[in-house]
């Protein structure tokens, strides 16, 4: 067993992916459209393509309505950190799809976004979870090992992506 955030954590709840008989509801809150989705993305036999469609829409760029297909992994690293913080909290969305148009704009404005963002090819999310401490989800986030973690404690969010494993 490892320590994370005081919480002793079996080392089987840290998989590249979760079983699918472990795979909790995911609950969002969009921050920006005031819209609310709880979703299981996947069973025992696989994903389930109604859910990832029903998340792809939700995730959709909220300025110019324009969606992608999202990254299943990215959901598999959001039930994950739930499982490792014993979480039951929503997740609260602040930024998931960016259409190129939008994360131009965006950059235009801020030295914090990156020009070839994973937030454009639907690989990104940046949340806060309800029932933990941000500094909390970034330590689960990081210790699942699963893509990049960043930190935004002044904008009071984590980002989470499927990209290679790295923090800032």
Not at 2 to 16: E, I, R, S, T
Not at 58 to 85: K, Q, S
Not at 86 to 113: D, F, K, M
Request: one cysteine or more; hydrophobic letters at 40%.
């Amino acid at each position: 067993m490892g320590a994370l955030c005081g919480l002793f954590v079996p080392a089987a709840l840290l998989p590249l992916r979760l079983r699918a008989e472990e795979t909790p509801e995911l609950r969002f809150f969009h921050t920006h459209t005031g819209e609310r989705l709880g979703v299981v993305h996947r069973s025992a036999t696989g994903y389930i393509t109604d859910a990832l469609d029903e998340l792809s829409r939700f995730l959709a760029d909220f300025r110019t309505g324009e969606r992608i297909a999202m990254d299943p992994g990215l959901f598999d690293i959001l039930a994950a950190i739930l499982t490792v913080t014993g979480s039951t909290g929503t997740y609260e969305v602040i930024s998931a799809y960016r259409s190129p148009a939008t994360n131009e704009q965006l950059r235009a404005h801020s030295s914090g976004v990156a020009e070839h963002s994973l937030h454009m090819l639907g690989k990104a999310i940046d949340v806060r979870l309800s029932d933990v401490a941000l500094t909390d989800l970034r330590d689960a986030a990081w210790s699942l090992q699963l893509g990049g973690v960043g930190y935004y404690p002044v904008s009071n969010f984590v980002h989470v992506d499927t990209g290679r494993v790295r923090r800032w």
